[in-house]
């Protein structure tokens, strides 16, 4: 299998990843689900990077938007773009961006580091920042209240950053070849004294 279809693979393989996990049942603690979806995004882009990440979100919610039911709860179609997720649901792609380039970017192997501030800053905060304002426009309230709201979220933010993190290291030892770009830095160079003479 040849790189780029080696990507592509990988892509569609991290979007049905996300819509796999909707089968989980969400925790309605307010207008907005709490669901286990978000580990998905957060994989997508700290194993694939920020382009494939991103790329596999996108098609994720391309589907969604298409009508098929792989939101947690069986929710599909254009609608649920401008209900009180809309904001998060756009925040996944940029959130994937953000997490890929923290993790790949500069770096020839995943470190708890990147990936943690990675997760943090891409997989939570990216997604806040464009998931509370939609929230308080839908729902009538205040940023701050929307932001209050949210609060809810954190612990469950908590302990997917913390499985995001093992999968993420686990998955570097046991198969490379899926962070792309990032495993082709990880080949050792020959040195001079192993390059054969002509």
Do not use: C
Request: aromatic content about 8%; hydrophobic content about 55%; cysteine-free.
């Amino acid at each position: 299998m040849n790189t780029r279809t080696a990507g592509i693979a990988h892509i569609a393989l991290f979007a049905a990843l996300i819509a796999v996990l909707a089968l989980p049942p969400a925790l309605p603690l307010g207008p907005v689900p709490i669901t286990a979806q978000t580990l998905g995004v957060m994989l997508a882009g700290a194993v694939l990077g920020p382009w494939r990440g991103g790329a596999a979100v996108l098609l994720f919610e391309v589907m969604v938007a298409a009508g098929l039911p792989l939101l947690t709860g069986g929710r599909g179609g254009i609608g649920v773009f401008f209900g009180p997720s809309g904001g998060y649901l756009l925040g996944w792609i940029a959130g994937a961006v953000v997490i890929g380039l923290i993790v790949h970017t500069g770096a020839n192997r995943p470190t708890w580091l990147r990936v943690i501030v990675g997760l943090i800053g891409g997989g939570v905060l990216v997604v806040y920042l464009f998931g509370i304002p939609v929230q308080a426009l839908v729902t009538g309230t205040t940023v701050t209240e929307a932001a209050v709201a949210s609060l809810v979220f954190l612990p469950g933010d908590a302990l997917k950053i913390a499985i995001a993190t093992l999968v993420t290291l686990a998955l570097w030892k046991a198969y490379p070849r899926a962070f792309g770009q990032l495993a082709r830095t990880r080949a050792p160079q020959k040195t001079s004294a192993e390059t054969p003479a002509a």
